[in-house]
């Protein structure tokens, strides 16, 4: 062990002594937390407990090297961290055990998050970004294991941009991109490819992260043998070391306990990220887990007696001490007396965060006790509702669910009467889930005045002699206009550099922009996705490329675990408004040519799904996105880039609404409901059936997430009064999520006089060819003989059956 850290500052001894204990007094602080935490576990006032025991002394060398502008993507042992650079108290930490929904009290995610999830506040209340250089910054954890990882690449390459690009206005968000991004991820999950794929990404792109690994050798039971090849992450890491002719990353190595040098390993590491934009791993080792992985089991039950001992002589708190006596920096007794000192800091804490969380509910029980009393007093079922009463009364920490759930039995007793009693007990619970369920429920999108939904449409203009052009052209003249006007948007992915993607639509972009703001990416869905959001977090306007829908599968775990949630789980205090482009739908066999929407709807609730049936459309959308705060995706078709659009004299201006369908045909007989490609077979088919004497109404959804915020399509059935959806997903995919808006959300079903129809595609993916296509997705044919036999079954004199 080295005998003192180099003194950056020149520190005098005195101060020198008074930072180290204030260290120390942290790591300990934080310990204590820990252990009373699992305590709250254990005796039921918390429902789960994953705590930072083990990891502090290396947390306090990460927090002296992190300065304020830079950012934190992490996983759930970072209390230390969070606590030394001051964005978490020991309140706030147990307010986030207790799922306190106050924002005030627990700022991490309002309780929406389990203890261990930290995140910092990017926004004001109105939605408006914060300072950012002046603040230290963490985004919001989550729980999947390496699932920070691609996040933390747009992080670090923000600092890369903004120190490169000129023109924008970087004050609130960078200080000439000196700022590192710091990630953090346990020794098991490097397991997983987002990690890989992160670390190849950085060393490829050279951007200023700091990736630290806390090996404690397990990942909850699993050792070390059966995660990482030679047990040792750093050394297979070692190609990617840098040498003096390569670029790649500095990977340092030091040991958990190690105060003294692990301040120095983070200092230099600081250095590189920060001054030559060169990404950093530090592995470091020797770490424990005094009480296990969580409170959902014992360690003793995987480790060996061994093991368990050397984690007690290797317990990074206790090293320290012993370190801090050995060079005179204290003493064991001021130490002792520093650690009676914290432990009663924290248990005063802990019970003040438990009467806080605790105190709204229980003037809400005296409420409902309250109103039980008065009720039962009444009702010839008081009997039963004393009971309630008492049993809501006797509880000794009541949820909000037990004051509801007790409230709500107890107007069952007497639906059949007729009291004031009754009707206040009504109210208060209508009044009062108004305002408590929305602290569950809030914020899955923006609430602000920059919400997507609130962008006003501009309708495209047409001179008499428009030309017709290839749509592709339309969305490349659009994206010219849109790079130009917004110096903060960039787009990247597969291919969309230097040829300006696979369809063209950003041809000769690359060359006007440069190759920072157009650019080609390696093969990554996962890191692209992680690269839009990182980069979305500090103020910049990416659109994210994902080649073609069917490859989006690789992202889409990342889209909806952490995309989606950004915005939901810090309660509107972080948003990542990332445009997600692809392009999808009918084209080629399996891989090209697939319609996974009722998947994907499933998955990103949070984000707005969008699918343009043209190239215009399209434009339409991205201009919208750009004024707005939400996240989007945008499906293109496929086949619509060599189709001919007029081009609209005003395209940099056009917009399309979001959350708004569009009909394309008015008609008495049925509503017929589609969107992107097969809208183009049903416009066609709508003609024979015209011949055939079937008039049908073509509604165009386009925007699947929102969904027909104005009830057009219920407003077409009052007048059809018959429904068929056509999608080329499979049965029960985005047909049925279709159906469930306009049925049971809309209540159309009051107005059909016929079983509503689904026209989907087959069960399998799509086979390849045109005949493939023609029998593995809707053909016009099955769009004219399914809308044919509907009528049919109304009228067989007037429409004979066909076949
Ligand atoms: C994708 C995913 N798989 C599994 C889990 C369950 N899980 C939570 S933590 C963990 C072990 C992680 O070990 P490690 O990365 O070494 O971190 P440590 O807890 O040891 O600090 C597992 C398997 C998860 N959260 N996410
Ligand atoms: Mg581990």
């Known amino acids: 062990m080295q005998d003192l850290p180099d003194l950056k500052n020149n520190l005098s001894f005195e101060d020198f002594k008074t930072e180290v204990l204030n260290d120390y007094k942290t790591a300990v602080r934080s310990r204590e937390c820990s252990l009373l935490g699992r305590r709250e576990v254990l005796t039921g006032k918390a429902k789960f407990g994953i705590f930072g025991d083990g990891k502090e002394v290396p947390q306090l060398a990460m927090a002296k090297a992190f300065i304020k502008g830079d950012w934190r993507s992490g996983y759930y042992r970072d209390q230390t961290f969070m606590m030394a650079i001051g964005e978490l108290t020991p309140e706030q930490f147990f307010a986030g055990l207790y799922a306190d929904t106050d924002l005030e ?30 603040q230290y910054n963490s985004s919001a954890d989550i729980s999947p294991t390496a699932g920070q990882m691609p996040r933390l690449l747009g992080l ?132 424990t887990q005094p009480q296990g992985h969580s409170t959902s089991g014992s360690h003793e039950r995987y480790k060996s007696p061994e093991r368990l001992e050397w984690e007690k002589q290797h317990d990074c708190n206790a090293k320290m001490r012993e370190w801090m006596i050995q060079t005179g920096i204290a003493d064991n ?21 438990w009467n806080t969380f605790l105190k709204p509910i229980i003037k809400e029980r005296q409420e409902v006790t309250g109103l039980l009393s008065s009720l039962a007093s009444k009702s010839p079922n008081g009997v039963f509702i004393k009971k309630l009463k008492e049993s809501l009364a006797g509880i000794d920490e009541p949820n909000r669910k037990d004051i509801f759930s007790h409230g709500r039995k107890a107007l069952r007793y007497v639906i059949g009467e007729n009291l004031p009693e009754k009707e206040q007990l009504k109210s208060w ?3 009062t889930y108004e305002v408590v369920e929305p602290k569950f429920s809030s914020h899955l999108y923006s609430e602000t005045n920059r919400s997507n939904i609130l962008i006003k449409e501009v309708k495209p203009v047409y001179d008499a002699d428009a030309a017709s052009v290839d749509g592709r052209i339309i969305l490349r003249d659009n994206f010219k206009t849109l790079f130009s006007n917004h110096p903060e948007a960039l787009i990247f992915g597969e291919d969309t550099g230097n040829i300006g993607d696979v369809n063209q639509g950003l041809e000769g972009l690359q060359e006007k922009f440069g190759a920072l703001r157009v650019a080609d990416t390696g093969i990554r869905e996962a890191t692209i996705i992680g690269q839009g959001i990182g980069l979305s977090l500090r103020g910049f306007r990416p659109i994210a490329e994902i080649q073609y829908l069917d490859y989006l599968m690789y992202a889409l775990q990342i ?24 392009r ?36 339409g959308f991205y201009n919208t ?33 979001i959350g708004v369908v569009e009909t394309l045909k008015e008609g008495s007989d049925i509503t017929v409901v589609s969107y992107g490609s097969t809208l183009r077979l049903v416009e066609e088919t709508s003609k024979d059936l015209t011949a055939a004497g079937i008039d049908i109404e073509i509604i165009d959804v386009q925007s699947l997430l929102p969904f027909d915020l104005n009830k057009d ?50 069960e399998h993916r799509p086979a390849y060819g045109n005949d493939g296509d023609y029998f593995s997705k809707p053909s016009a044919e099955d769009i004219f003989e399914t809308i044919y036999a509907m009528m049919h079954e109304v009228n067989p004199k007037d429409y004979p059956k066909l076949r």
């Open 105 to 134: 009290n627990e700022p991490m995610s309002a309780g929406r998050q389990m203890g261990g999830h930290f995140a910092t506040h990017s926004l004001n209340d109105d939605g408006t970004w914060k300072d950012l250089t002046k």
């Open 156 to 287: 670090a390459q923000a600092s890369k941009l903004y120190r490169k690009l000129k023109d924008l206005n970087a004050s609130k968000f960078s200080d000439k991109g000196n700022e590192v991004a710091w990630g953090t991820i346990g020794n098991a999950s490097t397991s997983e490819g987002l990690f890989f794929e992160t670390v190849n990404a950085a060393g490829v792109l050279q951007v200023p992260m700091v990736i630290s690994v806390w090996d404690d050798e397990y990942g909850i039971s699993v050792p070390a043998k059966y995660q990482t090849t030679k047990e040792n992450i750093s050394e297979v890491l070692s190609g990617f070391q840098r040498t003096e002719n390569e670029k790649g990353f500095e990977i340092l190595r030091v040991k958990a306990w190690d105060y003294a040098n692990l301040i120095e390993t983070y200092q230099e590491a600081a250095t590189i990220a920060r001054e030559e934009h060169v990404p950093v791993l530090i592995h470091v080792t020797e770490v």
């Open 333 to 353: 007794e001021t130490i002792t007396e520093i650690e009676r000192h914290i432990k009663r800091e924290v248990r005063d804490a802990k019970k003040n965060a």
């Open 429 to 431: 619970l209508n009044k």
């Open 559 to 582: 889209i909806s675990d952490d995309l989606a949630t950004t915005h939901y789980r810090t309660k509107g205090k972080q948003k990542a408004p990332l445009i997600v482009r692809t």
């Open 584 to 619: 999808g739908h009918r084209l080629e066999g399996i891989w090209h040519s697939g319609s996974q929407m009722g998947g994907i709807l499933n998955l990103v609730r949070g984000i707005h799904v969008l699918v343009p049936r043209n190239m215009t459309k399209a434009a």
């Open 625 to 657: 996105l750009m004024q707005g705060d939400d996240p989007a995706l945008i499906v293109e078709c496929l086949n619509g880039y060599r189709l001919k659009e007029k081009m609209p004299s005003n395209l940099s201006e056009i917009k399309t609404p």
């Open 713 to 762: 399509i219920l407003k077409s059935t009052q007048k059809t009064n018959r429904l068929i959806i056509i999608d080329e997903d499979v049965p029960g995919g985005a047909s049925a999520y279709i159906l469930n808006e306009i049925l049971n959300k809309q209540n159309a079903y009051k107005y059909l006089d016929s079983q509503p129809k689904t026209l989907t595609a087959k």
